[in-house]
């Protein structure tokens, strides 16, 4: 329906005048005068034009705004109905890009990206995209808690998918208890963990399609390969790194934690500040006391560090 205006100055003066003449006037009076306003009465519904002679009635406002109202009304309910049903055939389209292999607009094989949401964007996208196997190379290893935790449910969600990961580690990671221990966790998730000790580039490989590696030495730029050959490549020395790798029973490196926790707790620091200490997550220190309330049958965490500081002093 058309959104039509409100009567103007010129329209209500017309309107009044209809009015003072008794609601009845002969077209051909005010017609010759301003055809203009006419019209626009007649299409608000306020005059009415009888052709048998050839007069116009004035109408009630009250029943012109409650008719306008309706059919406002009626439309904004057909286009809430509309809104609803738009989304279903758009569905095929939709999986239908799901699905189509993802295209970087670029020449040579590589786009380079220099923005790092851009960059966490992509790095994102390529992961949902993954379908078989993601190769991780990360130098260092030792990694602030909050990042450790920020994306672990993410990672969860893709292995949980059947997606394999494979990830090279430095020693630090070995040595540095909230690495470790998040490591614990993604092995046990089915992720694969080895540590290197010696340098290498930082590098993301997913499906051996598409490789993602360090444009600039701060890591503020990237480059997104997609030429086969460089692809292969780098995937081959990515094999021969983990080769040459050592495997580590993250569990057991995990446990020290666990066993730092259980010292902390005797000493009676609380929750809180065994985290702080530890650079653990408050909930993975909750787990770990957790874990030692059912090793020691304590009901509360007071128990718990009375009965391990009666342990200890038992050695």
């Given at each position: 329906m058309p959104d039509l205006p409100l009567p103007?100055?010129?329209?209500?003066?017309?309107?009044?005048?209809?009015?003072?003449?008794?609601?009845?006037?002969?077209?051909?009076?005010?017609?010759?005068?301003?055809?203009?306003?006419?019209?626009?009465?007649?299409?608000?519904?306020?005059?009415?034009?009888?052709?048998?002679?050839?007069?116009?009635?004035a109408v009630n406002p009250r029943t012109v705004a409650e008719r306008l109202a309706a059919d406002l009304r009626s439309a904004g309910t057909r286009m809430l109905v509309r809104a609803d049903e738009l989304p279903a055939p758009l569905d095929e389209l939709g999986r239908a890009y799901d699905a189509a292999p993802r295209k970087v607009e670029h020449s040579g094989g590589v786009l380079h990206i220099q923005d790092m949401e851009q960059i966490r964007s992509r790095m994102l996208q390529l992961e949902a995209d993954c379908?078989?196997?993601?190769?991780?190379?990360?130098?260092?290893?030792?990694?602030?808690?909050?990042?450790?935790?920020?994306?672990?449910?993410?990672?969860?969600?893709?292995?949980?998918?059947?997606?394999?990961?494979?990830?090279?580690?430095q020693p630090p990671a070995r040595d540095h208890g909230p690495t470790a221990e998040y490591v614990a966790e993604l092995s046990e998730w089915g992720a694969r963990v080895r540590v290197l000790d010696e340098p290498f580039t930082r590098m993301l490989i997913f499906d051996r399609t598409t490789a993602v590696i360090p444009?600039?030495?701060?890591?503020?730029?990237?480059?997104?390969?997609?030429?086969?050959?460089?692809?292969?490549?780098?995937?081959?020395?990515?094999?021969?790194?983990?080769?040459?790798?050592?495997?580590?029973?993250?569990?057991?490196?995990?446990?020290g934690a666990h066993e730092q926790v259980g010292r902390l707790l005797t000493e009676g620091l609380t929750q809180r500040k065994i985290a702080s200490?530890?650079?653990?997550?408050?909930?993975?220190?909750?787990?770990?006391?957790?874990?030692?309330?059912?090793?020691?049958?304590?009901?509360?965490?007071?128990?718990?560090?009375?009965?391990m500081r009666g342990a200890r002093a038992g050695e």
């Open positions: 103007g100055e010129a329209e209500r003066a017309l309107y009044a005048e209809v009015l003072a003449q008794g609601g009845r006037v002969l077209f051909r009076d005010v017609a010759h005068r301003d055809a203009g306003t006419v019209l626009r009465l007649l299409e608000l519904g306020l005059l009415v034009h009888h052709a048998t002679d050839a007069t116009l009635t379908q078989e196997e993601c190769l991780a190379a990360q130098p260092g290893g030792a990694r602030p808690a909050g990042h450790l935790s920020e994306g672990k449910d993410r990672l969860h969600r893709f292995l949980d998918r059947g997606t394999t990961l494979r990830l090279l580690y444009a600039a030495a701060d890591n503020t730029r990237a480059a997104v390969v997609e030429d086969p050959a460089v692809v292969a490549f780098l995937v081959s020395g990515f094999e021969r790194d983990w080769e040459r790798a050592e495997r580590v029973h993250w569990q057991a490196v995990g446990d200490r530890l650079g653990l997550s408050e909930r993975t220190v909750a787990g770990h006391i957790a874990r030692l309330r059912e090793v020691h049958d304590a009901e509360t965490q007071f128990q718990l560090g009375w009965q």
